[in-house]
């Protein structure tokens, strides 16, 4: 490749496949992105192995089920797409199967006689991938990997500088509603996030004009709610009749990818929900320890955009419950006292530093 020549594609050809994966034996991946200690909003961005753009787990089946479901009966609640973005959704699902073919062999192949076709194994389900397409090409990439897919396109609005929600498909929004933030701009997209405007704005558009196709990152997230609904369209509830059960409690933890595609230069941004039962972290008392202190730290405003008022009550006496006076080694009551680099080992999963923000689309 020249200087000034542009990749067309974006190439994987260095990832390693693996044959013998197991989805059913695969357990979803175990994040704790949260830091003991004073809130500071930032980014939190580390790069993103080329092999760990898609990940596949056990929740596969049960999770692409429930997005047929979505596509059958709530199409334009869980899709949205702009007319400017029909190209870079044809990228996209480019480069989701191309992704898939080469990384889970076992589970993705071209099938025998039929050009242009993909094969999904883990659904049995067969899907046209190159023109004249039987399905929109976002509908068949978000019937492929498991997470959500959205695409984000320069000067597509009144801010040439500017990116713009153009196409999505969220089967796991945050309290919003897709139908409505299709078209949004970034910081439209954030400003109901206090001081987001303040601390990250800038930084966050300095961002997206200088992601380069060659290097993908990734971050973590997570919010805290009271019940088990994947598709939350409403606004989370800013009180309840009665408080919540420890049981009820949820974390909702995100893991959120960023790419350049190389063709159109529309960022691609997915992001994978996991909800984590509360309960789940009894035995962890390092993870409770430091999620408590990290919720005692958030400044009145994030409290109150968060709802910590809803559920702190239930949470704070369960802490109790469990870690009595526990501190993890070297670390006073106040949160602080253990260097970065201890946080990091026993928090981190998938490699880098994990650092909270207060945001997600």
């Given amino acids: 490749m020249t200087f000034r020549a542009r990749r067309r594609s974006l190439d994987f050809s260095n990832i390693e496949p693996l044959p013998f994966f197991d989805v059913s034996k695969t357990k979803p991946r175990r994040y704790r992105p949260w830091k003991a200690g004073k809130y500071n909003m930032t980014m939190g961005i580390r790069k993103m192995p080329e092999e760990d753009w ?130 949004w701009p970034l910081w439209k997209i954030h400003s109901p996030v206090p001081i987001w405007d303040v601390k990250l704005r800038t930084a966050m558009e300095k961002f997206f004009l200088g992601l380069k196709v060659s290097s993908p990152v990734q971050r973590n997230n997570y919010f805290i709610q009271t019940n088990d609904t994947m598709f939350q369209q409403e606004p989370f509830a800013d009180s309840l009749p009665t408080p919540p059960r420890i049981e009820e409690i949820r974390i909702r933890c995100e893991r959120q990818t960023l790419r350049r595609l190389p063709r159109t230069r529309a960022v691609i941004f997915l992001v994978r929900t996991y909800l984590i039962p509360m309960t789940d972290l009894r035995d962890e008392k390092d993870s409770i320890y430091c999620l408590r202190s990290a919720i005692e730290a958030w400044p009145e405003e994030i409290a109150k955009y968060k709802g910590r008022h809803v559920w702190a009550a239930v949470f704070r006496f369960w802490c109790k419950e469990v870690l009595g006076d526990y501190a993890p080694e070297g670390m006073g009551n106040n949160g602080v006292g253990v260097p970065a680099e201890e946080f990091e080992r026993k928090q981190c999963v998938d490699g880098g530093r994990v650092r909270t923000a207060g945001a997600r689309m």
């Fill in 54 to 183: 898609l990940v596949i787990d056990n929740k596969y089946e049960e999770e692409q089920s429930f997005r047929r479901y979505l596509l059958e009966n709530q199409r334009d609640g869980v899709m949205q797409v702009r007319p400017c973005a029909e190209e870079a959704c044809e990228e996209a699902l480019d480069c989701i199967v191309n992704f898939l073919i080469k990384r889970y062999p076992s589970q993705f192949q071209y099938p025998k006689g039929k050009s242009g076709y993909i094969y999904n194994g883990i659904t049995n389900r067969t899907f046209k991938v190159t023109k004249p397409y039987e399905q929109h090409p976002l509908e068949v990439a978000a019937q492929l990997a498991m997470e959500d897919i959205n695409l984000l396109m320069k000067g597509s609005g009144q801010d040439a500088r500017n990116y713009y929600l153009q196409a999505s498909f969220s089967m796991a929004p945050a309290g919003w509603y897709i139908s409505e933030r299709i078209g």
